[in-house]
């Protein structure tokens, strides 16, 4: 009688513990498969404002204000090139010296004690910018101002300033277009200096800055579509100049409520500034990337997580099939040798980009063409129709 | 072939234009005329806007609130001035120096050419004060000017009042990136011409000045300031300056911005045409209406703000005055670059619209295309183009015309431009030249005898006509005042086109009246009513009626007598600004006008 009993409720025990464990194992096993989910295990940041003049306060605010969320976030100063093409906290003009501030009547200064400018002033040109995306920098260049991401990096690249269909403009003096910018993505791509990139550009036209992009795994946001404006938000009276852009100061106040353990993902911040509050549309670009944009954490570009997790448990991970053992057996060596070697292919990338031939624009013939006809039909007229025409005349 | 090069297509040209010559010349002058009058409406004029970015939207918040400060400075500057009858410098350094700034003065002299009767002056000597506020953060590269003229005739005690405690409000800002200069200059415009050429480092009208110890840089702006009261109904702003010249649109617009934002009302005076009417005239005279025309031509854009106390309900006090300005100088300091951005040349129909000169220009054009036509028909004429050669089988002439073999010599055309230049120059030089004989030899003072003296040679032109056939004998008379009327005509033409590009008021006030009755005169026709015509016409006449055009507008018309005194003194005015500030109206209708319209008066009268 006790005897079953005992071992009724023993079966039972031995039932729930192997149901609880099986949970528990399965649990863990969701938790590593987010471990690897996004794949990056860096993360770097490249802010720029290409504007100079007091009247470009704002630009200069905006920048600030994304470093400041970006350091709070967790990425360090050695892994964020700063560009600030003027300076406005020491410039004449300011009331309030040694200050930048994003939000009017003073409340929220964005210089801060702490910041570590890398690229200031006349150092803020296209071609500084492209070396330190492609890494082609002179040697003698210090640690602070180089790009050293590698190919598990997710890199934030926030550009600001004054921009138009197609360019952005540098320091009042020169421009970058949307195909260089696209070009030194696909440089960076190849040369495995990134593992995801985030681009967010906040200029009028802002969203023609990503149409040329074509390297894999860039997710893109722009503040305004091709044919509006970007506008500025609010203006400062005793400062005498516009603080912020509107779409940066949204962004900011959406990334205010960030801290490295949210879970927010990219959907919400696509959904940031509707065009009530900002007048212009912003605009995203998800078709480059892999991964679904709801998956994407904003910290996994805006912040710098440390992934940790503790576990008792062993975990036996999935023998990848294609990745074939190479023994050192002398008598194998030849084969192997005459096998040729190849880079193992991490990501197919013309099955994943699908790009539809872009239909070329007609445009009416212009300038020499047009000069020539005009020059025939003259030379045309004046042999047989100049009697005709001077009926007309 | 051709248009121009086949004889037969160039008869049927020249017969249109000879045929159809009088109704294009009319239909052309009442274009000029009617395009003008429409300038001062809406579809062309255009609503007033910042084109300088830098300058941009933004307000800022003015923060002046020494209004009784600034009537305390200004009560003890008119109580001192009383006491020494002069400006009390040493009691404008002490007070510029409490207020904090570095102050320096610079003394002149001049002798004038002959004693002006308006200010009761001769020999002018006086002192300049000028304090600098320097940039706390940034190099003396560039400045602003705030400049308040003193003379023994305008009292501008509130003015200095103002100025001093704007100098000492602006004194504890920090957000400066250009020097201030506040400057209070004696004798009115004298005073402000010698600072300025004691600055620029130049000598244009003869100036006798010590040289400055303070500088600040290239100067980028200036504002200038003439309060009579403590409390004004309006503030009137003058753009006109020294030969015509305007200032950038910029800095009205920044005015008109700040007027509209402090609620303070500011005028033009006049409304729509009327106001139109009156900046053509105030251009055209050349005068500096104000310290603001003097720095216009060393390319700083300057504004003449003028309080005005009158009947209306609603005053506004000194504070509301200076937030303007504080809120002005302000936006000047955000500029990087000088003002270029906007229009250097427009007419003002209201302060908030303004007319550019794309649009006004063809009014001139058109009002020129008469002589131009009138020019080609007489060309046409005399080289007969219209005529086929069987009708002019008459004519001895067997090959093409030339134009000296028609008899028409280069002595007989040359002669009469001679002559009228010479007057011309007799003019121009001897009125000033030969004062001191006139009031030698006849009781009258010397601004009067300088007047007379221009009245007397500018009639004694007229007498020209009969005693030049003394000297030049022409034999185929038609021909020859044809040929003058052609170079009269052209040289007209271009004098009044170049005129029209840099004042183009004075060009087409000129252009108008002149070119009607250089159209029509000829020696065939109604003599004495040609006469007449031109006479009207003549330089001379137009300043008269111009002088009357103004009172009426100003709602303040004249008798003939006193349109006849005023008429005098502005004479004298036109000649003593041309020695001292250089002012061009004298000379150009001296030297440039006058023989031009004496050509026609040749014309008239050929025998």
């Known amino acids: 009688m006790a005897a079953p009993c005992f071992f009724s409720r023993l079966w039972r025990a031995a039932l729930a513990l192997l149901a609880l464990g099986s949970l528990a194992a399965s649990q863990i096993e969701d938790q590593a498969k987010q471990f690897f989910r996004s794949?990056?295990?860096?993360?770097?940041?490249?802010l720029v404002c290409t504007s100079r003049f007091w009247f470009n306060y704002r630009h200069v605010a905006n920048t600030l204000s994304v470093y400041r969320s970006v350091k709070r976030l967790g990425i360090p100063d050695s892994h964020i090139v700063l560009m600030l093409a003027d300076d406005m906290a020491c410039n004449a003009r300011n009331p309030k010296p040694a200050t930048v501030f994003s939000h009017k009547n003073m409340e929220l200064n964005v210089y801060g004690d702490d910041v570590e400018v890398d690229y200031r002033s006349y150092e803020v040109t296209v071609e500084n910018f492209l070396r330190v995306l492609t890494g082609r920098i002179p040697p003698s260049t210090p640690r602070s101002k180089r790009l050293l991401s590698d190919d598990r990096s997710n890199i934030l690249i926030y550009m600001t300033g004054h921009g138009g269909n197609g360019f952005l403009k540098f320091q009042d003096s020169e421009e970058i277009t949307n195909i260089e910018l696209a070009d030194a993505f696909e440089q960076m791509w190849q040369k495995r200096r990134y593992n995801e990139l985030l681009f967010i550009i906040d200029t009028c036209q802002g969203a023609s800055m990503y149409e040329r992009f074509y390297s894999p795994n860039i997710m893109a946001l722009a503040s305004s579509q091709v044919g509006?404006?970007?506008?500025?938000?609010?203006?400062?009276?005793?400062i005498g100049v516009h603080l912020m852009d509107r779409y940066t100061f949204y962004v900011l106040e959406f990334l205010e409520e960030i801290n490295p353990a949210s879970q927010t993902n990219m959907n919400d911040l696509f959904q940031v500034c509707p065009k009530s509050l900002c007048v212009s549309t912003p605009g995203h670009r998800t078709d480059l990337f892999q991964r679904d944009p709801k998956h994407v954490l904003i910290t996994d570009f805006f912040g710098s997580v440390r992934?940790?997790?503790?576990?008792?448990?062993?975990?036996?991970?999935?023998?990848?099939?294609?990745?074939?053992?190479?023994?050192?057996?002398e008598d194998r060596m030849d084969e192997e040798l005459m096998e040729p070697l190849k880079y193992a292919e991490q990501l197919p990338v013309a099955q994943i980009i699908h790009q539809k031939p872009k239909l070329k624009d007609w445009h009416p013939p212009g300038g020499f063409i047009l000069g020539l006809w005009a020059l025939i039909i003259m030379v045309f007229f004046k042999t047989y129709g100049i009697k005709h025409m001077k009926f007309i005349f | 072939m051709g248009l121009l090069s086949d004889p037969v297509r160039r008869r049927a040209l020249a017969r249109i234009v000879l045929r159809l010559n009088t109704p294009l010349c009319v239909l052309s002058y009442v274009a000029g005329i009617a395009w003008f009058l429409a300038l001062a409406f809406p579809p062309l004029t255009q609503r007033t806007y910042m084109s300088e970015n830098a300058m941009g939207s933004t307000m800022v918040e003015e923060q002046f609130v020494g209004g009784d400060r600034a009537q305390g400075f200004a009560r003890d500057f008119a109580a001192h001035q009383r006491k020494s009858r002069a400006l009390p410098v040493a009691w404008l350094e002490r007070m510029m120096r409490s207020v904090g700034l570095e102050v320096y003065t610079q003394s002149f002299s001049r002798k004038l050419p002959f004693p002006d009767e308006t200010h009761e002056r001769f020999m002018v000597s006086g002192t300049n004060v000028y304090g600098i506020l320097r940039a706390p953060r940034a190099a003396s590269t560039e400045s602003l000017v705030l400049t308040v003229p003193c003379g023994p005739d305008s009292t501008n005690s509130q003015a200095v009042g103002l100025l001093l405690a704007l100098a000492a409000h602006f004194r504890g800002q920090i957000y400066w990136a250009k020097d201030i200069i506040f400057l209070v200059t004696e004798h009115d415009l004298m005073g402000t011409e010698a600072w300025l050429e004691a600055y620029h480092d130049v000598n244009v009208t003869g100036m006798q000045s010590s040289p400055l110890q303070g500088r600040a840089g290239a100067i980028q702006a200036a504002v200038a300031l003439e309060l009579n009261s403590d409390v004004v109904t309006?503030?009137?702003?003058?753009?006109?300056?020294?030969?015509?010249?305007?200032?950038?649109?910029?800095?009205?617009?920044?005015?008109q911005t700040f007027c509209q934002k402090g609620g303070l009302l500011c005028t033009l005076q006049g409304k729509g045409l009327q106001t139109l009417l009156l900046m053509v005239l105030r251009q055209a005279s050349g005068r500096p209406h104000g310290p603001h025309g003097l720095f216009l031509r060393y390319r700083v854009e300057a504004l003449t703000l003028r309080g005005i106390n009158s009947f209306r309900q609603y005053k506004y006090d000194l504070v509301t005055v200076g937030k303007a300005l504080e809120g002005m100088f302000r936006k000047l300091n955000h500029l990087l670059e000088r003002l270029h951005q906007s229009f250097f040349l427009y007419l003002l129909p209201a302060l908030s619209r303004f007319v550019s000169i794309g649009v006004y220009m063809p009014a001139t054009g058109f009002l020129l295309l008469v002589l131009g036509l009138k020019a080609l028909e007489l060309w046409m004429q005399l080289h007969e183009v219209g005529v086929s050669p069987q009708e002019a089988g008459g004519s001895p002439n067997p090959g093409p015309p030339l134009p000296g073999a028609q008899g028409v010599s280069l002595a007989s055309l040359l002669a009469p431009v001679l002559i009228s230049q010479a007057m011309g120059l007799a003019l121009y030089i001897l009125p000033v030249?030969?004062?001191?004989?006139?009031?030698?030899?006849?009781p009258v003072a010397e601004a009067e005898a300088v007047v007379l003296t221009l009245l007397a040679i500018y009639v004694a032109g007229l007498a020209l006509p009969h005693n030049t056939h003394r000297v030049v004998s022409s034999q185929a008379p038609d021909r020859g005042w044809m040929a003058l009327k052609l170079v009269a005509l052209i040289y007209l033409a271009l004098q009044l086109g170049c005129i029209a590009l840099t004042n183009f008021s004075l060009g087409f006030l000129l252009a108008a009246t002149m070119v009607p009755a250089a159209a029509l005169t000829s020696p065939h026709g109604p003599r004495p009513f040609y006469a007449a015509l031109l006479m009207l016409?003549?330089?001379?006449?137009?300043?008269?009626?111009?002088?009357?055009?103004?009172?009426?507008?100003?709602?303040?018309?004249?008798?003939?007598a006193e349109g006849w005194q005023l008429f005098l003194t502005a004479l004298a005015q036109g000649v003593l600004e041309h020695h001292t500030y250089g002012a061009l109206l004298f000379p150009l209708l001296a030297l440039g006008l006058y023989p031009c319209w004496l050509l026609f008066w040749n014309v008239l009268f050929w025998k």
């Not at chain 1, 794949?39 to 770097?44: E, K, L, R, S, V």
């Not at chain 1, 997790?309 to 023998?319: F, G, M, N, V």
């Not at chain 2, 309006?234 to 005015?255: K, M």
Request: charged content about 15%; glycine content about 6%.
């Open chain 1, 39 to 46: 794949g990056h295990t860096n993360n770097w940041a490249v």
């Open chain 2, 433 to 442: 030249l030969g004062q001191h004989v006139a009031v030698q030899h006849f």
């Open chain 2, 537 to 560: 016409t003549s330089p001379a006449a137009i300043l008269l009626g111009s002088l009357f055009l103004w009172r009426e507008l100003q709602e303040v018309p004249l008798s003939l």
């Open chain 1, 307 to 329: 992934k940790v997790e503790i576990t008792t448990e062993t975990l036996s991970l999935q023998r990848d099939s294609q990745i074939t053992e190479s023994s050192y057996k």
């Open chain 1, 228 to 238: 509006e404006d970007s506008l500025s938000h609010q203006p400062d009276p005793a």
């Open chain 2, 234 to 255: 309006s503030l009137d702003v003058t753009v006109e300056g020294l030969n015509g010249q305007l200032p950038n649109l910029d800095l009205l617009n920044l005015f």
